[in-house]
Nanobody, 120 residues
């Protein structure tokens, strides 16, 4: 079972930036799509950004132009650069390994999550 470890969350003022990292215990990024999800209390986990092996990306409308997903296959890592953060970006962010041939389909492997809190 692949293990994913997220890091980089924290407390930031609105308008600020954070960079999340997700490291995989296995070299999965060359054959799988990767994605970031976030979850807030009382809401379903939602897709924030995804990238497939052809470097095609997909973003939630609410983060387009502010967030950027990237990966470093040599380091088995995927990143989420978050700029111009808003209070509504607050949540626990998770990375996931899945498939993306149009829509992103999440897989069974999830990290423990990293908390992002944006205050105004």
């Amino acid at each position: 079972q692949v293990q994913l470890v997220e890091s980089g969350g924290g407390l930031v003022q609105a308008g600020g930036s954070l960079r999340l990292s997700c490291e995989s215990s296995q070299n999965t990024f060359r054959v799988n799509a990767m994605a970031w999800f976030r979850q807030t209390p009382g809401k379903q986990r939602e897709l924030v950004a995804a990238m497939n092996t052809a470097d095609r990306t997909k973003y939630a409308d609410s983060v387009k132009g502010r967030f950027t997903i990237s990966r470093d296959s040599a380091k088995n890592a995927v990143y989420l650069q978050m700029n111009s953060l808003k209070p509504e970006d607050t949540g626990v962010y998770y990375c996931n390994i899945g498939i993306m041939r149009g829509q992103y389909q999440s897989g069974a492997s999830w990290g423990q999550g990293t908390q992002v809190t944006v205050f105004s």
